[in-house]
């Protein structure tokens, strides 16, 4: 289907590619600091990453440059590597879900050490780690790059192994984006009810459940067959988007495309057998008049309204691995456990009850930055700053909040939603950022997967 859509276009793949050079150059391939220092530093530190995913890797390569003979362990159960921003394109038919797979120990730096299993507990006084295997790890540093976990079973009566199946798709896994490919042509064939779901939680890739409703819209429209369905997003949230700009932006594409909305409808519940799914959503009345305020009690509720569904997309609460839950270095946002996420400084990225502890990614418990991009700014602000701390200095380099979701609003369109702790659009190429571009799609689908690949997990990036 890419290939169509070039031809469109007029240009060919090869094309494309030494159109989109300079911009991948000049834009994506900017550092916000140069921690990978010409000489090598020499120190005897044991450096410890929880997390083979793209914040592990890319830390550990940057390391393993910055470092002489560098002592650096990584703790990652997986032998399977995913580029998990792509699996809206493989949902979309645009990849195949092989595409986006590397082996583990191929993206591994050939100086560190890989321990393949989970870790179990973190005792960050003690500096040591407890992990599956029944091993004990010490560390003189710690850095944490695990990512969040889907929990699927907050949504009653659903379950991992019912993605895929009884018309309830995701692509939140690599397996789900390819069944969710195959429903969506069989859907665009049939018709009906679709509804998408993003829960309450925070959630890597805040963008991607509004992409595939995008792409399920463009490809009933190519096929069409758009007026057989309804579409409807079901946020929990109040708003499209964090920031005003392209919150705009969104209603007005969802406006223009005829997709439905209800927002503040949290998915709670599915009953696969009679395919019907339950949301939960707060309600406002009015109560007693209160004398000495001068007006109305406003008392909130919790109702629910069930609905059925031919074709239902989830978005599955999102938490911090289950280790992490009950250690000193989670942030507790709240006296939900999903909230707890991991506790660092949003600028220097350094734990402040334990300076010799270190984060990025998904599950930091910073604004934002809970996409591919926001690793790959955040990755040299904490080389460089764990460097300044073996050398017994104060952190020096800052991270901004960079964070960068290409919106996929359809094929060969994107929104290119930059944005930094401001909450304001912080475009790399002065072009407003709320118009939907075909440059951008070309620098997602056919630029981002190499720059994760041969420089993100290469550490030049």
């Not at 890319?58 to 990652?76: H, M, Y």
């Not at 780690?129 to 790059?145: F, K, T």
């Not at 199946?165 to 690599?174: A, K, P, V």
């Not at 829960?199 to 399920?216: E, F, N, R, W």
Request: with cysteine.
């Amino acid at each position: 289907m890419t290939d169509v859509l070039l031809k469109e276009f007029g240009i060919t793949r090869r094309e494309a590619m030494k159109r989109l050079g300079a911009l991948g150059l000049i834009g994506v391939a900017s550092p916000q600091v140069a921690s990978a220092t010409a000489s090598p530093k020499a120190t005897n530190a044991k450096i410890v990453i929880v997390g083979g995913g793209a914040g592990g890797i890319c830390v550990a390569a940057r390391l393993c440059r910055a470092i002489d003979n560098p002592n650096i362990t990584i703790i990652e159960p997986s032998s399977r590597h995913v580029y998990q921003a792509g699996q809206t394109l493989v949902g979309g038919g645009i990849k195949k879900a092989s595409q986006l797979v590397a082996d583990e120990a191929d993206l591994i730096p050939s100086k560190a050490k890989w321990i393949q299993t989970s870790v179990k507990f973190i005792d960050p006084d003690a500096q040591k780690l407890d992990l599956e295997n029944g091993e004990q790890v010490s560390y003189d540093y710690l850095i944490l790059a695990p990512g969040m976990q889907n929990d699927w079973d907050k949504i009653e009566g659903l379950t991992k192994d019912d993605i895929g199946r009884d018309g309830i798709h995701s692509i939140y896994t690599l397996e789900g984006s390819t069944k969710t490919w195959d429903m969506l042509q069989e859907f665009a064939k049939t018709g009906g009810n679709a509804y998408f779901t993003h829960p309450s939680t925070p959630i890597k890739c805040g963008g991607a459940p509004k992409k595939i409703m995008y792409l399920t819209d463009a490809y009933m429209r190519r096929k069409n067959s758009r007026d057989k369905a309804v579409l409807t997003f079901c946020p929990a949230s109040k708003s499209m988007f964090t920031v005003p700009e392209f919150d705009k932006a969104i209603y007005e594409q969802f406006h223009a495309r005829d997709m439905k909305y209800n927002m503040g409808h949290d998915l709670v519940k599915v009953d696969k057998a009679k395919k019907e799914a339950t949301f939960a959503y707060e309600v406002q009345k009015q109560g007693d008049w209160d004398e000495l305020l001068g007006e109305h009690e406003i008392i909130k509720t919790t109702e629910y309204v069930t609905q059925p569904y031919d074709f239902l997309h989830v978005t599955p609460p999102m938490s911090a691995p289950d280790f992490l839950k009950d250690s000193k270095v989670i942030y507790d946002k709240g006296s939900s456990g999903e909230l707890r996420m991991i506790n660092a400084d949003q600028y220097t990225l350094q734990n402040p009850n334990y300076p010799n502890v270190f984060a990025l990614g998904d599950a930091l418990g910073t604004p934002f930055c809970k996409t591919g991009g926001s690793v790959r700014k955040q990755a040299p602000v904490l080389v460089q700053n764990l460097l300044d701390v073996i050398d017994g200095k104060a952190p020096s380099a800052k991270f901004n909040g960079y964070t960068v979701c290409p919106i996929i609003t359809g094929y060969g369109t994107v929104m290119l939603a930059e944005f930094d702790y401001s909450g304001k659009p912080t475009p790399i190429i002065p072009l407003d950022p709320t118009q939907e571009r075909w440059i951008w799609w070309m620098l997602k689908v056919y630029m981002l997967e190499p720059i994760y690949f041969y420089g993100m997990m290469k550490g030049i990036m």
